[in-house]
C-alpha cells in the first residue's frame, strides 16, 4: 500500500473550518484514500473516503486533487469534540488485501 | 448488537501468565482484525480474519500471540507466557466490505 504523509499537529479554532493535508504521491490507480480519527481513549472511528472524485458525507468532505497525489480532508465547522488524532490511509481495493495500515496522522486540536 | 463488543475491557495481569481477549463483532460483518496501540504510539495490525479463508497471520509479533475466530462470529486473542511489552491496548475492528472498519473500545492489558 502507498505511503502517507500528514503534519504531526494542527490547530483550529472552534466554529471554523479544519483543513487537514495529505500527501500520498505513489498513490495507484486502484488505491482508495480513507480517513479515520481516533479521539482519546477510543478506538478509530471511520470519517470517509474516496477514489477521485469528492465525497461528502455527514461528517466531512474529502477533496481528492486531480493528479490523486493528495487529499484534504474538510471538517466544515470544527467543534471542540473533533479533537483526535486523523489518520489519511491508502489501500488497495482488491479484496485480497484488506488490512488498513495506520500510520502516525495529524493530531488536532480545536481551540475555543 | 450495534457495535463491535470487547471484553474485559481492563486486564491485569502478572508476567508469565496466558491471557485470552475477546471480540464480538457486529453481526453480519464478514471480516474480523486485531490490532495494538502501544501508549503514545500507532495502531499495529496482527491477524485478519476474512469468512472461511485462512487469516493473515502476518502482523503477529511472536508465536506467543495467536487468534481463533470461531462459527465466523467471535474471535479470541491469546497471549502466552506475556511480557511486559506486551502492555498496549488491543484493538478489535469488523467490516462487511471491506471499505469501512467499525472498531470497539478495546481492551487494555498490563503485564506488571
Known amino acids: 500500500d502507498a505511503k502517507t504523509t500528514q503534519p504531526p499537529s494542527m490547530d483550529c479554532a472552534e466554529g471554523r473550518a479544519a483543513n487537514l493535508p495529505c500527501n500520498h504521491s505513489?498513490?495507484?490507480?486502484?488505491?482508495?484514500v480513507y480517513w479515520y480519527r481516533q479521539i482519546h481513549s477510543q478506538g478509530p472511528q471511520y470519517i470517509i473516503h474516496?477514489?477521485?472524485n469528492n465525497e461528502t458525507n455527514e461528517m466531512a468532505s474529502l477533496i481528492i486533487t486531480e493528479d490523486r497525489k493528495s487529499s484534504t480532508l474538510i471538517l466544515p465547522h470544527a467543534t471542540l469534540r473533533d479533537t483526535a488524532v486523523y489518520y489519511c490511509?491508502?489501500?488497495?481495493?482488491?479484496?485480497?488485501?484488506?488490512?488498513?495500515?495506520f500510520g502516525t496522522g495529524t493530531r488536532l486540536t480545536i481551540i475555543p | 448488537g450495534a457495535g463491535v463488543s470487547q471484553s474485559p475491557s481492563n486486564k491485569v495481569t502478572e508476567k508469565g501468565k496466558d491471557v485470552e481477549l475477546r471480540c464480538d463483532p457486529i453481526?453480519?460483518?464478514?471480516?474480523l482484525y486485531w490490532y495494538r496501540q502501544s501508549l503514545g504510539q500507532g495502531l499495529e495490525f496482527l491477524i485478519y480474519?476474512?469468512?472461511?479463508?485462512?487469516?493473515?497471520k502476518s502482523g503477529l509479533p511472536s508465536d506467543r500471540f495467536s487468534a481463533e475466530r470461531t462459527g465466523g462470529s467471535v474471535s479470541t486473542l491469546t497471549i502466552q507466557r506475556t511480557q511486559q511489552e506486551d502492555s498496549a491496548v488491543y484493538l478489535c475492528?469488523?467490516?462487511?466490505?471491506?471499505?469501512?472498519?467499525?472498531f470497539g473500545s478495546g481492551t487494555r492489558l498490563t503485564v506488571v
Open positions: 475492528a469488523s467490516s462487511f466490505d471491506g471499505y469501512g472498519y467499525t
Open positions: 505513489t498513490i495507484s490507480g486502484n488505491e482508495y
Open positions: 474516496g477514489l477521485k
Open positions: 490511509i491508502v489501500r488497495a481495493a482488491n479484496f485480497g488485501n484488506e488490512k488498513l495500515t
Open positions: 453481526s453480519g460483518h464478514t471480516a
Open positions: 480474519f476474512q469468512g472461511n479463508s485462512a487469516p493473515d
